[in-house]
């Protein structure tokens, strides 16, 4: 039995109290599709197509040009599987940062604010994190208005135009070019506004956070998913270049391979490149942010280099002079500045971390090979 598609969405209820600027409670309301129809569409689609796979596997011979045809299929009903994911982990993402409260008052907001004080009759709401809270509800409505804007719609209408310069379409080919179209707009709002994040915040990232990269690892994750989407189409097209190098010549799948493979090559890139920028692109901001945060943090660790050195500077001038308990005490000073020291100096200046780096690089691997394949093939025709 298909479980409930608003599972996959938050769903629809009222708004909070303009007054009330609950950010864990605007997050829980958070509606990144609102369109009944849409969450229908996007939740079941996957699943028709998965369907249709089976039928044709039982209906129709597995030849190399229908098993091409299905495994297009297989890409595109993972391309919305992972899609709904990232749906579901947008309103997760912003509200595991604000949790982590590693989004703080800016400097400059702060000496404005105490530049301007509020009256003696009026209570004290814009100042601290009363201020932050609102500037981020604000931040957050917005995202949420732009992702449902009616320009979704618009962006769909121009993907589905492409179904028209080919030889031959299916009406349902115009309905999923629709769907990818709005995809398309809810994927790249959601990399402006992880952009934004660091253009209209600042960012106090935590030492020694377990994730290793200051608690930010949310960010990271959200953008490796916007990523995933992204490259399911490449390694689709890398795989078939990759299988007219490891079948036997002449063969069915060697030849369907080999017909595409010109044409698969050319657009293997612009799959790539959108991954990779789909990744990196929105990060920066967060960056540039960890950078300046790094700078500050060095200093203070350098401080702390220098009082490790002055305590052994200590104990070895005065080893002969200095009675147990007090040098019990320094040894015990100097393990403790060790620690500390060893446990931060590894300072993180990305918002993702070994972990998603790996996952990043993993799901780039037949695309890569696939480019190399032809590289490979290009240099062999040279010589």
């Not at 309301?29 to 609102?34: G, N």
């Not at 080919?173 to 709002?189: C, D, Q, R, V, Y």
């Not at 002055?310 to 002969?320: D, S, T």
Request: glycine share 4%; aromatic share 14%; hydrophobic share 45%.
């Amino acid at each position: 039995m298909l479980a409930d598609p608003h599972s996959f969405f938050p769903s629809d209820v009222t708004s909070i109290d303009d007054s009330r600027d609950d950010v864990k409670q605007e997050l829980e309301d958070f509606k990144s599709i609102r369109s009944a129809f849409m969450k229908w569409a996007l939740y079941l689609l996957p699943w028709i197509i998965l369907a249709t796979i089976i039928f044709i596997i039982f209906n129709y011979p597995v030849n190399s040009g229908t098993f091409m045809y299905i495994t297009g299929l297989l890409t595109a009903a993972m391309s919305l599987l992972a899609f709904q994911i990232l749906m579901q982990k947008i309103p997760r993402t912003f509200k595991t940062i604000w949790d982590r409260k590693v989004v703080v008052e800016c400097e400059s907001v702060s000496s404005d604010t105490e530049q301007d004080p509020i009256g003696p009759d009026e209570p004290d709401i814009r100042t601290g994190r009363d201020l932050l809270e609102m500037r981020y509800l604000e931040f957050i409505r917005n995202l949420g208005k732009l992702m449902n804007s009616p320009f979704q719609f618009l962006s769909g209408i121009l993907f589905s135009l492409f179904v028209l310069t080919w030889d031959y379409s299916l009406k349902a080919e115009f309905l999923i070019a629709f769907i990818i179209g709005i995809m398309a707009w809810k994927m790249t709002i959601t990399a402006i506004y992880v952009w934004k994040m660091g253009k209209e915040f600042c960012i106090e990232p935590q030492l020694g956070h377990v994730d290793k990269c200051g608690g930010l690892s949310p960010l990271g994750d959200l953008c490796l998913w916007n990523a995933f989407i992204v490259t399911i189409p490449a390694v689709y097209l890398g795989s078939w270049i990759i299988i007219g190098m490891v079948t036997e010549p002449q063969t069915q799948y060697f030849l369907q391979s080999e017909e595409y493979s010109a044409l698969f090559s050319k657009l293997l890139f612009v799959p790539v490149f959108f991954a990779l920028i789909a990744f990196f692109l929105p990060l920066w901001s967060t960056h540039q942010l960890m950078l300046r945060w790094k700078e500050k943090k060095q200093s203070q660790l350098d401080h702390l280099e220098q009082c490790i050195d002055r305590l052994e500077c200590k104990i070895l001038e005065e080893a002969e002079t200095m009675d147990k308990k007090e040098c019990e005490c320094i040894f015990r000073e100097r393990e403790l500045m060790e620690h500390v020291y060893k446990q931060n100096k590894m300072i993180p200046v990305w918002p993702f971390n070994i972990k998603i780096i790996f996952k990043l690089l993993l799901s780039q691997s037949i695309p890569f090979f696939g480019i190399l394949s032809q590289a490979l093939n290009f240099i062999r025709k040279l010589s």
